[in-house]
């Protein structure tokens, strides 16, 4: 059952049509990645999904009603540009924000001082935004997006401009609010912490959608039967070695170590592979390749762009 | 709490709490002393003696200017024309020409003078008059106790009067406001009238100060929403609030800034004076200044509407200024000034707004800021026609266009506006800065969430028709 779902939205600008009948479904709990190219209509989708702006057609639900301005309250977002006012004072700032997201003062101080004491910025309370860090500023916006406790969280590139000791600090944050039971819709173009946290995902491209599905699944679906062996004590060519009907990609060599990358026709088995090679060579390392988002990703972009190469 | 209370509050104790905000808060009222105290001040500083001729046809001060180590009076039984050519020739300071009144009691009196007169010489005058007037009206109300408490006493009968002492009323009743005109005597013995009207005085600088305070606070809106957008945190409050409520918001919160300062300017403005005042009583005396800025011996205002403000001139005078303020319809021009300080701001304020979600940068306000900024600079081109024709089709027509009727009304407002006009100036600004903040919106909304794009106005015209 999906906690928050967009149908057939279609979006139009004066000049361009940001998103053409994109629907997602998000299931509760999940974390779920709205991937992209620059451009691709994310924003747009997701300044609809925070009613900042409205769409042209289609509909937007949300935990199973028609989305509504009350729901505000219950969505977190966390925008890629990141802004506060740079005169205010931290606290003060926070407060308000916080107030603004309908917290009662008493509440958020409570919730404040928890979150501030977690990241070890209360000494910063009481100075102004502009006198902090970068980084410090990304966690004051990350606690300031989190501090109502909303049941749908947006974060978009929430780890842009955090140190990797950081960036760890937030990924554990942010598995820990889903493990609470929050529902995360995550925009990124870093297709490793993707990989990482992402339950499901769908790629829009120029206003498409053009991929959508379980990260496990979606792997599965791009596998190419294709593994990599490394070996020495051969000098001869890796292909002769080879069955019929087993195609070698590639072939690299750093010193004595080789490897060779091998396509598996269909029916065949990675055993038979090791079986040809085993008899002349000292195998070191063998083991399947397995598509990354990232290839993915870019796989399906350039199709979508090329349409023509996939015919 | 209401989000949009949040926003309001939010905007204005960050503006209050600003140095630059606290720094013209206590500016303000020092400039406005000055303007009051200076010249009073400046007047007491020449120190020869001057020759001041009296012509009093009434007989009723005969005696009663006494020579001081700055004036030296001299009484002449003669014809005006006559007085003034001794004045002239003699190289007097000033003729002092009291007519006889056409009612029973000396209110008024014409100063003929080849220089400006010093106010401290009209307050000696305005003094010494007015204390006589009220001695004799004094000893009339007496009598007429007398008589009504011995019916006996005289046949005339008289059922005017009540009460058996000399009542608080009847103090009130003989306290008298002196009429003091001064006329220039040109180089070849011609009169000019110098005129520095008191309305003029007062409706120019309502006038500006509206022009001031809209522009002042106007581009503070336009200034906060640049920040917001381009600090980037507009995304995150719209996510939490409609723009239009953060509009709302900021315009509303920033009214309150200009109406906070203008009261702390006016009650600070007023202490000054004051604590000047008893600090240097006898600077002020003459002036009558203390008397008319001491709230309980204030004249209370049905003593003072005899006097129409048309004919009190000399302005440098600060007790003839209040005078003049006071005969003025205070209760309408206090209500004016912050209708039309509201209604102006709004339409400008909205505008401004507007323009500051279309731009990326303040360098770049330019070419929407000349369009809205014309119509407010021609108020203050027209503002010289109004005063010199309050009542011409200039006047009317600029005081009736929603764009510059803040500024032309204030100004028109102290000669006497028929009610109908007012009415009418007031509901079409109404109207406009309705349709003015409804169009802000829409391009607000569009505008604060677009960026790295110049806007033209023709793209201005187009996010009017978005939907949200």
Same mark, same amino acid.
């Given at each position: 059952?999906?906690?928050?779902?967009?149908?057939?939205?279609?979006?139009?600008?004066?000049?361009?049509?940001?998103?053409?009948?994109?629907?997602?479904?998000?299931?509760?709990?999940?974390?779920?990645?709205?991937?992209?190219?620059?451009?691709?209509?994310?924003?747009?989708?997701?300044?609809?999904?925070?009613?900042?702006?409205?769409?042209?057609?289609?509909?937007?639900?949300?935990?199973?009603?028609?989305?509504?301005?009350?729901?505000?309250?219950?969505?977190?977002?966390?925008?890629?540009?990141?802004?506060?006012?740079?005169?205010?004072?931290?606290?003060?700032?926070?407060?308000?924000?916080?107030?603004?997201?309908?917290?009662?003062?008493?509440?958020?101080?409570?919730?404040?001082?928890?979150?501030?004491?977690?990241?070890?910025?209360?000494?910063?309370?009481?100075?102004?935004?502009?006198?902090?860090?970068?980084?410090?500023?990304?966690?004051?916006?990350?606690?300031?997006?989190?501090?109502?406790?909303?049941?749908?969280?947006?974060?978009?590139?929430?780890?842009?401009?955090?140190?990797?000791?950081?960036?760890?600090?937030?990924?554990?944050?942010?598995?820990?609010?889903?493990?609470?039971?929050?529902?995360?819709?995550?925009?990124?173009?870093?297709?490793?912490?993707?990989?990482?946290?992402?339950?499901?995902?769908?790629?829009?491209?120029?206003?498409?959608?053009?991929?959508?599905?379980?990260?496990?699944?979606?792997?599965?679906?791009?596998?190419?039967?294709?593994?990599?062996?490394?070996?020495?004590?051969?000098?001869?060519?890796?292909?002769?070695?080879?069955?019929?009907?087993?195609?070698?990609?590639?072939?690299?060599?750093?010193?004595?170590?080789?490897?060779?990358?091998?396509?598996?026709?269909?029916?065949?088995?990675?055993?038979?592979? @090791?079986?040809?090679?085993?008899?002349?060579?000292?195998?070191?390392?063998?083991?399947?390749?397995?598509?990354?988002?990232?290839?993915?990703?870019?796989?399906?972009?350039?199709?979508?762009?090329?349409?023509?190469?996939?015919? | 709490?209401?989000?949009?209370?949040?926003?309001?509050?939010?905007?204005?104790?960050?503006?209050?709490?600003?140095?630059?905000?606290?720094?013209?808060?206590?500016?303000?009222?020092?400039?406005?002393?000055?303007?009051?105290?200076?010249?009073?001040?400046?007047?007491?500083?020449?120190?020869?003696?001057?020759?001041?001729?009296?012509?009093?046809?009434?007989?009723?001060?005969?005696?009663?200017?006494?020579?001081?180590?700055?004036?030296?009076?001299?009484?002449?039984?003669?014809?005006?024309?006559?007085?003034?050519?001794?004045?002239?020739?003699?190289?007097?300071?000033?003729?002092?020409?009291?007519?006889?009144?056409?009612?029973?009691?000396?209110?008024?009196?014409?100063?003929?003078?080849?220089?400006?007169?010093?106010?401290?010489?009209?307050?000696?005058?305005?003094?010494?008059?007015?204390?006589?007037?009220?001695?004799?009206?004094?000893?009339?109300?007496?009598?007429?106790?007398?008589?009504?408490?011995?019916?006996?006493?005289?046949?005339?009968?008289?059922?005017?009067?009540?009460?058996?002492?000399?009542?608080?009323?009847?103090?009130?009743?003989?306290?008298?406001?002196?009429?003091?005109?001064?006329?220039?005597?040109?180089?070849?013995?011609?009169?000019?009238?110098?005129?520095?009207?008191?309305?003029?005085?007062?409706?120019?600088?309502?006038?500006?100060?509206?022009?001031?305070?809209?522009?002042?606070?106007?581009?503070?809106?336009?200034?906060?929403?640049?920040?917001?957008?381009?600090?980037?945190?507009?995304?995150?409050?719209?996510?939490?609030?409609?723009?239009?409520?953060?509009?709302?918001?900021?315009?509303?919160?920033?009214?309150?800034?200009? @109406?906070?300062?203008?009261?702390?300017?006016?009650?600070?403005?007023?202490?000054?004076?004051?604590?000047?005042?008893?600090?240097?009583?006898?600077?002020?005396?003459?002036?009558?200044?203390?008397?008319?800025?001491?709230?309980?011996?204030?004249?209370?205002?049905?003593?003072?509407?005899?006097?129409?403000?048309?004919?009190?001139?000399?302005?440098?005078?600060?007790?003839?200024?209040?005078?003049?303020?006071?005969?003025?319809?205070?209760?309408?021009?206090?209500?004016?000034?912050?209708?039309?300080?509201?209604?102006?701001? @709004?339409?400008?304020?909205?505008?401004?707004?507007?323009?500051?979600?279309?731009?990326?940068?303040?360098?770049?306000?330019?070419?929407?800021?000349?369009?809205?900024?014309?119509?407010?600079?021609?108020?203050?081109?027209?503002?010289?026609?109004?005063?010199?024709?309050?009542?011409?089709?200039?006047?009317?027509?600029?005081?009736?266009?929603?764009?510059?009727?803040?500024?032309?009304?204030?100004?028109?407002?102290?000669?006497?506006?028929?009610?109908?006009?007012?009415?009418?100036?007031?509901?079409?600004?109404?109207?406009?800065?309705?349709?003015?903040?409804?169009?802000?919106?829409?391009?607000?909304?569009?505008?604060?969430?677009?960026?790295?794009?110049?806007?033209?106005?023709?793209?201005?015209?187009?996010?009017?028709?978005?939907?949200?």
């Amino acid at each position: 059952m999906s906690y928050f779902s967009v149908r057939n939205i279609t979006k139009r600008y004066s000049g361009h049509t940001a998103l053409t009948n994109v629907s997602i479904d998000v299931p509760k709990q999940s974390i779920f990645g709205l991937l992209g190219p620059n451009g691709a209509g994310k924003t747009s989708l997701i300044r609809i999904i925070n009613q900042i702006t409205g769409p042209d057609e289609g509909e937007v639900f949300f935990d199973s009603e028609k989305l509504a301005p009350h729901h505000v309250d219950r969505i977190g977002y966390l925008p890629e540009e990141r802004g506060l006012y740079k005169k205010m004072k931290v606290g003060e700032q926070a407060l308000y924000l916080a107030q603004l997201k309908g917290v009662n003062k008493a509440d958020a101080m409570k919730r404040l001082k928890y979150w501030f004491e977690k990241f070890e910025i209360q000494a910063w309370w009481n100075k102004k935004v502009e006198e902090l860090s970068k980084g410090m500023q990304q966690k004051v916006q990350f606690i300031v997006t989190v501090i109502h406790e909303p049941s749908l969280l947006i974060f978009d590139e929430p780890f842009s401009g955090f140190d990797p000791i950081n960036v760890n600090l937030l990924k554990d944050e942010i598995l820990a609010l889903r493990d609470k039971g929050a529902t995360i819709i995550f925009s990124t173009h870093n297709m490793a912490s993707v990989e990482e946290l992402c339950d499901d995902i769908a790629l829009i491209n120029k206003s498409h959608k053009i991929l959508e599905g379980s990260v496990k699944e979606i792997k599965k679906q791009y596998k190419t039967n294709t593994y990599s062996l490394d070996f020495d004590g051969y000098s001869g060519a890796a292909e002769a070695l080879l069955p019929v009907g087993f195609e070698l990609l590639d072939e690299q060599s750093d010193d004595d170590l080789r490897q060779a990358i091998v396509r598996i026709p269909e029916k065949a088995t990675q055993n038979e592979l @090791l079986q040809a090679f085993m008899p002349h060579v000292n195998i070191h390392a063998f083991k399947e390749i397995i598509p990354t988002m990232n290839e993915i990703f870019i796989r399906k972009v350039n199709e979508a762009s090329k349409p023509f190469l996939n015919l | 709490m209401n989000k949009t209370l949040l926003i309001i509050k939010r905007e204005y104790l960050s503006r209050v709490q600003k140095k630059s905000f606290i720094v013209m808060t206590i500016l303000g009222p020092l400039l406005m002393a000055a303007l009051f105290i200076v010249p009073v001040y400046l007047a007491q500083l020449s120190d020869e003696v001057k020759k001041v001729f009296i012509l009093d046809e009434t007989g009723w001060f005969i005696n009663k200017f006494e020579n001081s180590e700055r004036f030296n009076f001299e009484y002449l039984y003669t014809d005006p024309e006559s007085a003034k050519s001794i004045m002239t020739a003699q190289n007097g300071y000033a003729l002092l020409y009291i007519p006889k009144p056409d009612v029973s009691v000396p209110s008024s009196a014409l100063i003929f003078s080849q220089k400006q007169v010093g106010i401290d010489l009209k307050g000696y005058i305005r003094n010494v008059m007015s204390k006589e007037v009220e001695n004799q009206k004094l000893g009339a109300e007496i009598m007429k106790e007398i008589k009504k408490a011995n019916p006996g006493f005289d046949e005339t009968d008289d059922d005017t009067g009540a009460g058996n002492v000399v009542s608080e009323e009847i103090l009130k009743n003989i306290k008298t406001s002196i009429k003091l005109t001064s006329i220039k005597i040109g180089d070849e013995g011609k009169e000019e009238k110098s005129y520095t009207e008191v309305s003029m005085m007062v409706g120019m600088f309502a006038g500006i100060l509206i022009y001031f305070f809209i522009f002042l606070f106007g581009s503070q809106v336009m200034r906060g929403v640049i920040e917001e957008k381009v600090s980037r945190i507009v995304e995150v409050i719209v996510s939490s609030v409609k723009p239009f409520q953060l509009m709302m918001g900021k315009i509303v919160g920033v009214a309150l800034v200009g @109406l906070t300062q203008f009261l702390l300017w006016v009650v600070l403005t007023l202490a000054i004076v004051t604590v000047f005042q008893t600090a240097m009583p006898d600077k002020f005396k003459k002036a009558e200044t203390v008397e008319k800025f001491n709230p309980g011996t204030r004249i209370p205002a049905s003593a003072d509407s005899e006097i129409s403000y048309e004919e009190v001139e000399e302005s440098d005078n600060l007790g003839t200024i209040i005078e003049a303020v006071e005969s003025i319809n205070y209760g309408t021009m206090i209500f004016a000034f912050i209708f039309f300080f509201l209604g102006g701001y @709004l339409l400008y304020g909205a505008m401004f707004a507007a323009i500051g979600a279309a731009v990326d940068n303040e360098t770049d306000t330019q070419q929407f800021m000349m369009p809205v900024t014309i119509p407010l600079i021609l108020a203050i081109v027209v503002a010289q026609f109004v005063i010199n024709n309050p009542e011409g089709p200039v006047s009317f027509w600029f005081s009736i266009i929603p764009l510059t009727s803040p500024i032309i009304m204030m100004i028109r407002i102290p000669f006497g506006v028929p009610y109908w006009e007012l009415a009418l100036s007031m509901v079409l600004l109404t109207i406009t800065f309705i349709f003015a903040v409804w169009m802000a919106g829409k391009i607000y909304r569009t505008g604060i969430l677009m960026y790295g794009k110049k806007v033209s106005w023709k793209e201005l015209g187009k996010w009017l028709f978005y939907k949200g």
